[in-house]
């Protein structure tokens, strides 16, 4: 039985930070939940769980910023659509739009740093750091570089 009082948007990219995310299943299966990714040859397909895509982005590509206004109008979108009351994101820079916006309207944002982040942060990370409620990092290492975050260990 699906626990209806919060409604859950996971977002990540794709690659590892999507498998990251997966790690949360349980809790996917838990609350009322969708998953919001980029649109990549990677196969993303969650069985029974809403998808979104965005759009890739790379800061070092000439459209970088032509995506992410792309990905901001899709993200108000799929916010206006779903109404999440939290924001679970692995991270990276296609989901920012969307936990802004998210942000903006009042709900809550967890972030994860990548697993593969040990000693230096990801630039997501870093600028999420300050609007995030909860921000988890899986290495005591990054607790010098995110003070107030929470360490638990690896989600793998």
């Not at 980029?38 to 969650?46: A, F, G, R």
């Amino acid at each position: 039985m699906k626990n209806k009082t919060k409604k859950i948007c996971f977002a990540a990219s794709s690659g590892g930070h999507f498998e990251q995310l997966l790690m949360l299943r349980p809790l996917m299966e838990k609350y009322d939940s969708f998953i919001v990714t980029e649109k990549t040859l990677y196969d993303t397909n969650v069985e029974n769980k809403r998808m979104y895509f965005v759009k890739q982005v790379n800061r070092k590509e000439k459209t970088f910023l032509f995506k992410m206004i792309a990905n901001s109008f899709k993200a108000v979108s799929i916010y206006f659509k779903e109404k999440p009351d939290i924001i679970i994101t692995t991270g990276v820079m296609a989901m920012i739009p969307l936990c802004l916006i998210s942000k903006l309207f009042g709900k809550k944002l967890v972030y994860i740093e990548s697993f593969a982040k040990v000693t230096t942060p990801t630039q997501t990370g870093r600028f999420l750091y300050k609007y995030a409620d909860r921000f988890y990092v899986q290495w005591e290492s990054l607790l010098e570089i995110y003070p107030d975050a929470i360490c638990l260990g690896g989600i793998y």
